[in-house]
C-alpha cells in the first residue's frame, strides 16, 4: 500500500514503528533494533522500559522496502530474539501478533540516582545488568534537543549525594497535556515524565510553578525535574 512512513513521522506527534517521534527516542528504537539482532537482551529490555512501552505488535508478513528509512530486518531473526524478552504473548490475528511488556517504568516515576551521559553513551550504561531502570536516569545535557547550562548541571551535581526517592501515590490525567500527582517527598528528588521532552512542559508544585533551570533531558528524549522540597507534595 501507500508509504506513508515519511509523512507520518514529520507531521505527526505519534507513536510509529515502536518510538516517539523524537530525535532521541528515534536513536533508542535503532539501538533497540540492533540489541535484537545481536542479542543483547538487556538492552533491548531497558530501552522498552524508558521509552514506557506497554505492547508491541509483530507483523509477521513486514517486508523490508529498501528504498525507505529503516535499515533492512529479518523478521525470523526478530520473532526469535523478542520471545527472549520480559514480555507475555497476548493473542495473534492471522500473522499479526500482540504482545505485553512486563517492565515499563510508568509514565511518572522517581529515580533514587541519577548518570549525566553523552547520549552516545546510552546504550552502553543500559546494557549493563546492573543498571536498574526503576531507580536510575540518564540525563543528557548535550542532546539533539535541548542543551542545558553549565549552571543547571552545576545545581544538579551538588545534590547528587543527597537525591532521594520519592514516593508518588496517585496520578491523575485531567487531559492529553495535564496531570495530577500526589507526591511523598522525604528529600530532593527527580521526578521523570516519559514523555517526549519540551521546554514548554511546566511543573507547579504545590501551586507555585518550578523554575525553568530544574527541567532537564532524560535519555535524550524524555523530562525531568529537580524538586527540592519536601512533605505531601501535588
Request: aromatic share 18%; charged share 15%; proline share 4%.
Amino acid at each position: 500500500g501507500t508509504d506513508i512512513y515519511y509523512w507520518l513521522l514529520s507531521n505527526k506527534n505519534i507513536l510509529d514503528g515502536g518510538y516517539l517521534s523524537s530525535p532521541g527516542a528515534q536513536e533508542l528504537y535503532y539501538e533497540f533494533y540492533y540489541a535484537l539482532l545481536n542479542h543483547n537482551e538487556t538492552l533491548a529490555n531497558n530501552i522498552l522500559s524508558i521509552l514506557n512501552v506497554r505492547y508491541i505488535i509483530l507483523e509477521g508478513d513486514a517486508l523490508y522496502f529498501p528504498g525507505g528509512v529503516m535499515p533492512s530486518f529479518n523478521i525470523t531473526k526478530i520473532n526469535i530474539s523478542l520471545s527472549k524478552l520480559n514480555i507475555s504473548y497476548i493473542t495473534h490475528y492471522n500473522r499479526i501478533y500482540l504482545f505485553e511488556y512486563r517492565n515499563p517504568v510508568g509514565l511518572f516515576y522517581s529515580p533514587n540516582s541519577f548518570i549525566i551521559a553523552n547520549q552516545s553513551d546510552i546504550g552502553a550504561y543500559l546494557s549493563s545488568s546492573n543498571y536498574s531502570v526503576n531507580n536510575e536516569v540518564i540525563i543528557t545535557p548535550n542532546n539533539s534537543i535541548y542543551n542545558i547550562s553549565f549552571s543547571q548541571l552545576y545545581s544538579l551535581k551538588s545534590i547528587k549525594k543527597d537525591l532521594h526517592k520519592a514516593e508518588i501515590y496517585h496520578i491523575k490525567q485531567i487531559s492529553w497535556d495535564y496531570f495530577c500527582l500526589d507526591v511523598n517527598a522525604t528529600g530532593p528528588f527527580l521526578l521523570v515524565f516519559t514523555q517526549t521532552f519540551s521546554p514548554y512542559w511546566d511543573i507547579y508544585v504545590n501551586g507555585t510553578k518550578l523554575p525553568e533551570e530544574y527541567h532537564f533531558v532524560a535519555y535524550g528524549f524524555a523530562n525531568a525535574w529537580l524538586i527540592n522540597k519536601t512533605g505531601i507534595l501535588k
